[in-house]
């Protein structure tokens, strides 16, 4: 009897479900996935650029309408290809936040990814002087450098590239270029720098104009650096010779370049060939820059002392008016500066 019970009620669930009546929905399947955040933090004063990589970005169903940084609108957006979304963070609050990708529904959103918010940072490295050249990042809250990690190289020059990888020019006969692991401090040889003649190049500072590397020589050209194999050629139209001492790009892909103590900051547009001069820094001589970088409309500078007395300084230039507020002392052998994407 148990057993035509059994048989009974099978066929029932049988007949409900080929009826419309089974008691559960499947769940509807998305073709869209979010696999991965890059970088996975920026700083909380926003700008960083981040690229969102998964699947059916562009299918019809997706209807991607706004991306949020916890509440906060990214400041722009763009869905690049099928598996590629570019945007740019908003400013935020330090700390842990989430990615959230909303389409016309506003109840469910489409996609969700971690994404963390740090303090504003920049990283120095030592440079010819030190016998184990180090990698530090400076929390531009406090001023205090942190020690990163053993770079195993003395560094000249720094750049971020927009991935937050980071390129250096060592300091030395050889004058290879690095590039630079940000989490662990490792250096790593990628080419030897050669220039148009078979030499080897003297670069003051460096900085990357989107992808493309730029470096100055101490005469004030600019020069572009081929990250594969090292080549360095002049960058035409460059400015004038003698404009700036250090290098650094601003978001417009503007480049920013720092005179002696006592001149004007020059704005340059390496498209263009067009400078533009800012007010006078309030410095006084005999103190000069070895380095600058740009974070968040200010130019950041590694203020030295000629005589070697007193520790390398970092200090924060307003371009605007060219006032200059030093931020703190630097390890003593402290040589190069870029900004923390």
Known sequence: MTRWIAIVTV????????????TTTPAPTWPNTLTKVTPLEGTSAGGTQVTLRGTGFTDPTFELQRIL??????????IVDDTTIRCVAPPGALGS??????????????????????????????????TQPNLY???????RPILVGSIGYPIAALATRPDGVIFAVEDGALRRLIRIDPSSG??????LLRD?????????????????????????HLVEIDLGIGTVSLLDPSPQPGIGSGVASQADGTVVLTP??????????????????????????????????VLDDFVYGVRVDPDGIEPPLLVRMNPYTGEVEVLGPLPPDVASVTNDF
């Open 11 to 22: 066929l029932s669930t049988l007949v409900l479900s080929a009826c419309g009546g089974a």
């Open 260 to 293: 002696d103590p006592g001149e004007p900051i020059y704005t340059y547009d390496p498209d263009t060939g067009e400078s533009t001069e800012g007010p006078p820094l309030e410095v006084d001589a005999p103190e000069a820059f070895e380095a600058i970088a």
């Open 186 to 191: 490792a250096g790593r040889p990628v080419a």
């Open 97 to 130: 936040t989430v990615i959230t990708l909303w389409g016309d529904d506003e109840e469910t959103p489409l996609l969700t990814g971690g994404f963390r918010y740090v303090a504003l940072t920049l990283y120095v490295a030592d440079g010819a002087a030190s």
């Open 137 to 143: 990042r400076v929390d531009l809250d406090t001023g």
């Open 196 to 220: 148009q003649a078979g030499g080897i190049p003297d670069l003051v500072d460096v900085t990357f104009v989107g992808n493309r590397l730029i470096g100055q020589t101490p005469a004030g």
């Open 69 to 78: 940084f916890g509440e906060e609108p990214a400041e722009s957006w763009e």
